[in-house]
């Protein structure tokens, strides 16, 4: 009887020994939640204290902010109408309206082997020229009156091989196979030269140049204004500190640490990010929806980057607040280390 009263006595005395360290690690996270929301509330008092500083760093990173967005949305533009015209461009190869299916089939199967060559599809002259009388109907009375006057047109129209590469600046082993292979040379199509894209490939690459001199320009404007950012939330932090010192003294002089004087300027900075970004964001949106029709009036692709905005706002939102915290937070660290000594 007596070994359950000890086992009783043992328990209801470690209880008593923990409960004073149960107590004391709550009594601290109710002292830092408490700290951390003065300093929140403090951080936002501050924010909302000078007007015109408030409206100062936010419009310089609101630039910032929308320079970034424009130039990823430009950028992204450029390029898929890039991919765009290379899918549907493609090198037309005519061949004589009298070759036969087996040996179209194998011309294009030699093709199909070629280096650079993605796909491959082929019409023998009565596809093309049921194809020509489908997209100009009107046209029909003039290819009766050949038909009358003992003349076929549909054994005029030459074969086509349609051919899509992965790299249109890359045509020479096409070229050299239609030139030098024997069978080609034979069947090719002397009275139309094949159709190698010069000038679509020229209208690519000067897209592809416009990509590329975005991306450049973009980075070096966001770069611009980041530093201008920096700087302009910088001196806006040191005046506040400046502003405050009294203040700042007679917080160290009853003894607030460290951490509590710095939170209220970076929370403060961090919330010039946060309006920032909110605006950047919605004027880029409704930047891009004004500017899509004209764009598309001029043949830029703008479905895809449509669609990533549409179904990514949300992370790309997540995305514009986390560079608007990190430029604040930045800022504010540099300015508080430096003058607040």
């Known amino acids: 009887m007596s070994e359950p009263k000890i086992a009783k006595k043992s328990t209801a005395s470690t209880k008593a020994s923990a409960t004073p360290k149960?107590?004391?690690?709550?009594s601290r996270r109710q002292h830092s939640l408490t700290t951390n929301v003065r300093i929140f509330r403090y951080g936002v008092r501050n924010f909302t204290r000078n007007s015109w500083l408030t409206v100062a760093a936010t419009a310089v990173m609101t630039i910032t902010l929308l320079i970034m967005f424009v130039t990823i949305v430009a950028s992204q533009m450029l390029n898929s109408t890039v991919v765009s015209l290379r899918e549907k461009i493609d090198i037309s190869i005519y061949l004589d309206p009298s070759i036969s299916d087996d040996t179209l089939r194998n011309l294009k199967g030699k093709m199909q082997l070629v280096e650079n060559v993605r796909s491959v599809a082929s019409s023998n002259s009565q596809q093309q020229y049921q194809d020509y009388i489908d997209q100009y109907p009107d046209k029909l009375e003039t290819l009766a009156t050949l038909a009358e006057q003992g003349i076929d047109p549909s054994t005029k129209f030459p074969a086509v091989m349609n051919v899509k590469v992965n790299d249109l600046s890359n045509l020479t082993p096409i070229k050299k196979v239609v030139s030098e292979d024997p069978q080609f040379k034979q069947w090719i199509y002397a009275k139309r030269a094949p159709s190698y894209a010069g000038e679509q490939q020229d209208t690519i690459n000067r897209i592809a140049n416009w990509a590329s001199f975005a991306r450049q320009l973009g980075l070096i404007l966001g770069s611009v204004f980041l530093v201008i950012s920096v700087l302009v939330i910088f001196n806006t932090i040191r005046m506040a500190i400046f502003s405050r010192r009294d203040e700042i003294g007679m917080m160290r002089?009853?003894?607030?640490?460290?951490?509590?004087?710095?939170?209220?300027f970076i929370i403060e900075a961090e919330m010039y990010g946060i309006l920032a970004a909110i605006i950047a964001t919605v004027v880029g949106y409704f930047l891009f929806i004004w500017v899509t029709p004209g764009l598309e009036g001029y043949g830029i692709a703008t479905d895809e980057i449509r669609n990533i905005l549409s179904d990514w706002m949300i992370?790309?939102?997540?995305?514009m607040m986390?560079?608007?915290l990190a430029i604040g937070y930045l800022s504010a660290r540099l300015a508080v280390r430096r003058y607040l000594k």
């Open 22 to 26: 149960v107590r004391r690690l709550q």
């Open 253 to 264: 002089a009853v003894g607030a640490d460290r951490h509590f004087i710095r939170g209220p």
């Open 315 to 319: 992370v790309i939102f997540a995305a």
């Open 322 to 324: 986390a560079v608007g």
